[in-house]
Structure formats: structure tokens, C-alpha cells
């Protein structure tokens, strides 16, 4: 259940701080691309101021000589000198920018302009500081090369412009993939978290689903191990029952527990206890079936050893679930406790001279194998003996079999001797106390009427009145199907 | 581990047989095909549930089953009176001695 919680939580974790990685290092991206497409910018933005500076030396240069040409004042030739005078500078800074951009055809374009200034300064400049004025040729050629120098100029800045249009596209170009990636980061994350909610909340209709069905396998299994326990025992003078069944603490642990008590004649009362393995529904209806059987094979034929052989060869063929139980009959005109064990744990006996004790076992669980035999041990006990049947969780409770089987026969030994009315209910109390129970126990007590005591001495209890006897604590008035139920 | 032959398979397990180990229990109880017989060592066992129980119960009975002679280790008081309960003494043989199962095996096997 906890890796189902979990894988997904670290995963969105995971895809969480990988989102904000990316965004920071997107954000830095970003950044750095705008800083650097504005210091490009600026660098073109200065090249092109240049190349205007250098444009406007040499139409200086130019105006001071025309002037010059038409008048021959030497006032007119200043312009002409302070042109002259800026002019390489500019050039060579213009120059040293284009060589930082890179500008190939740009810096050939400006040798070439470097050029026709000096076949201007040469062919016409010189020229016309010493001819006299209105020399036609000179004007014309001039206007011819400086139309050729402002060209080589013109197309100096149209080659900066478009480097710096080419920059601009470029951090256009990243920041409208950085919006892209941040808006699928977005979208990343609200899937994710769509996602995740979805699976959160389905793995909640999940875990509520196997609640509710978790809760309705317990009910019902306790109610099939309510329904099929036995709460009315056959009333008998001469003996008296009790019996308690606790549910396992743990729900799932419920099921497959079972006594009986049945009486098949006058004196003859058949018992039986046992234990499917296994719990909830499955067992609680094994349960059942293996519990039919028995009583069935009692009726055919009261012989511990040779019921348990029918059940366990029925058992075998259908399906092979295993079940420890114990069959026994008493006898209540003799005394007599006939039984036969199949993987259970040993009946206990307790006799008035004497301190409990654990009975024979022997036989392996009902449902192993068909060719399983059993064998009735026969006892004679005696008037006040209690025989007290039970489940493993009675004395399996600590792990210690030992330590287990101990405090039952303590418990038997106090209770015994006791004259309750509920023996299994004390027994269980004096075990348990408000411990909590791991696995299903089930305890049946059979007590013999003491003979002292006023009831119906063994022997002489006749076919009319077995079913008249009331037991197990508080007295109702007797009748002929009064019965105690016990609870 | 298989010793002699025909050889004696040998299956070993310890401590406390239960639920939480039932598949390490189904794993160790696997006979090679060519076992003359079966010695469970459950010497150092102390104590099992009922689902290790039945388990083991279940593969005395089919080996058993399937001709071959088994037989068990068992020291732990504790631990025996649990196989007491299950009724394993009565159709198999316990040991509380290794060598004694082994000769037992062995004699099996020569007869």
C-alpha cells in the first residue's frame, strides 16, 4: 500500500524541481541573451555613428574646397582643414570597430572609400587649391568620386544595419523559445498535478473500496461463525456445557473455529471441536461443511476414530482444506469419554482427586491424506470430572507451548474446582484477561454432575427427561425444550 | 544436499516456522527427481503456525505418497509437541538424533 502513495509523490517531486532547474536556468538564458543582443546593438549603433562622422569629414572637406573653387578666399578653406584634420582618426576607429565585428565586406568597402579620398585629396583637392576658379573638370570629377565615396559609406552602414537587424531576429528567435519552453513547463506542471490527482484519487476510491470490502468480508464471516456456533446445548442432569468462541482481534483472522455438542441417545452426547485452516469466508463455510460431516458420521456410527476416517476420506475428495478437530462421545451412565484426535490439541481432563490433565493425541489433520487412520483412546472418568476442549489459540497465544499448555491446566484446575456456571467463559478470563486475541479461539467444557451435589446421579438418567435439564448457571424453570442459551 | 546412494535428500530449516516465511518454506521443500529418500532436519526449529505446519504436513504426505521413506529431525521440546499435536508421530518417523535418522534412511533404502 505505501509504494502505491509514494511512487507518484516522488515522481511529481522529482518533475517538480527539475521544472524549477529548468525555469532558473531559462531565466539566466534569457538574461544573458537580452544583455548581450543590447551591448550589440549599442556596438553597431556606435560603428554607424562612425561611419556618419566619417561621411561628414569628408562633405566638409568637400565644402571647403567648392567654396574655395568658386571664390579663392582662404576663409572658405577651413572646413576643408578641419575635415582633413578628424578625418583619419575616424576612419581608423571606424576601421578598428569593423575589425571587433568582423565586418569583412564593410572594412574592404571602407579601404575602398579610404581610397577615393585620396584620389579626391590628389585629383581634386590639391588641384583646386592651386587652379584658377570655375575649372569644370575638377567640380565634375569630384562630384563623381565623392558620389562613390558616399556610396562605399552608404553601404558601410546598410551592411551595420542589417548585422544588427540579423541581432535582433536572433534574440527574437530565443526569447520566443524561452516563452515556448516556460509555457510547456506550465502546462508540465499542471498536467502533472492533474495527473497526480487523479491517481490520488482514485488510489483513495481504491483504498475505500477495499475498506468497505474488507469490513463486509469480517461481517459476514462473523456472522456465518455467529450462525453456525451453538448456543443451545442438550440439557442433561448429569452433565453440564459450556462454551465461549472469541473472534480474533485482527479482522482478518476471523473464521473457521467451531464446537458442538449433540446428543445422539439417552446417555450419549456427541462432541466436537475443531479448526480450519485459513480465515474469513472460505474457512467459515468449510467450517460448516467439515462440522456436517461430522455429525452426520456420528449418526451413522458413534465411533470417534471411524468419524473422523468418513470426514477426513469426504474431506480429501472435495477439496483437501485441512482441519484439525477432535470427536468425542461421553457417556453419562458410565462415565466413559471416548475420542479421537486429528492434529489437534490434547483434550484437557480434570478429575476432584486429582490436578488437570493434557489427554493422548495422535492422527493428522482431517483433509491431508485418504488413507489417515485414527484411533479412539477410551478413559473411564468419574463423577465432577470436567473435560475441557479447545482451539490452538488457547495455548499458542505466547509461542510457548510449554508456558501454553500450563496456564490452561492451571486455569482448568481453579475453575474446576469452582462450582461457575460458565466454566469456558472463566477459563477463557482467567487466560486472556483483557489481552488481545491474535487468532480465534473456541473452548467447550463438559462437567460431569458431582456426586454429592443434589442433581441427577449418573445412571439414572432416563430417555423422558434428557431434555428437561437446565444448566449453565442461572436456573429458568425446567420444561420439556427449556433451554439456556449461552452467550 | 544429497548424501549416499541412492541418495538421501536432505532439507534443513530453523527457527521460528511462520506465515511471513511461507515461501521460503514452499522453496526448501523441493525433492530432486533423484532422491531414494527424505531426511527433514528440524532440529533447530522451535516453533511453527499452522500455515508452516500444514506446509510441512503436506510435503511429508506427498513424498510419502510418492514412495519415498521420510524422516525427521526434531529436538526442541517445544517444537516436538507441536508435531505431537499434529499427528506427524503417527504416520512418520521423528529422531532427536541426525545419525539416527540417516541410518534409519539408509536401512530403508537397503531393504
Known sequence: MVPRVHAPLIFTLVLLLLLIVSLVVGGRLLQTIVTTSFQNAEGIRGSRMLAAHVINEQLDEETGIRGYAAVHQ???LEPYYEGRSSFPSSVSRLRRALQERHQTQALLTLDD???VNRRWEEHVAAPSRSTKPGNSYLALHGKWLIDRFRIDMVRIDTLLAQEEARGDARAEAAILWIGIFAA????IVVLATVLFSIQQYSLGLRLEGERVAREAEKRIADTLQEAFLQRVFPTLAAVSFSAT??????EAKVGGDWYDALQLSANRVLLAIGDVTGHGIEAAIAMNRARQLLIGSALLDPDPRRMLERVNRQLVQEDGTL???IAGVIDTSTYEFAYAT??????VLYEP????????????????????VYRTQRLQTVAGAMIVLYTDGLIEHSRDIAAGEAELLAAVDAVATQPQADAAAAIRDRIFGSREIADDVAIL????ADARSGGARAGQVDDSTFTVGIEAGKLSAPGPSAFWRIA | MNLGDPPIYTIRLSGELEIGRKNEIREALQVSEDSGAVLLDLGEVTYADSIALTELLRFCVGAQRDGLPVALVIRTPQFARLVEYAGLASAFKIFNDRAAAVEYLAECLRR
Open chain 1, 353 to 372: 482427586d486429582g490436578r488437570a490433565r493434557l489427554l493422548e493425541v495422535g492422527g493428522m489433520p482431517l483433509g491431508l491424506a485418504a488413507g489417515t
Open chain 1, 323 to 325: 482441519i484439525t478437530a
Open chain 1, 245 to 250: 468462541y472469541l473472534p480474533a482481534t485482527e
Open chain 1, 113 to 115: 572609400a579610404v581610397y
Open chain 1, 74 to 76: 582662404a576663409i572658405l
Open chain 1, 445 to 448: 467444557t463438559i462437567r460431569f
Open chain 1, 184 to 187: 510547456a513547463a506550465v502546462v
Open chain 1, 342 to 347: 486429528a492434529g489437534h490439541p490434547p483434550p
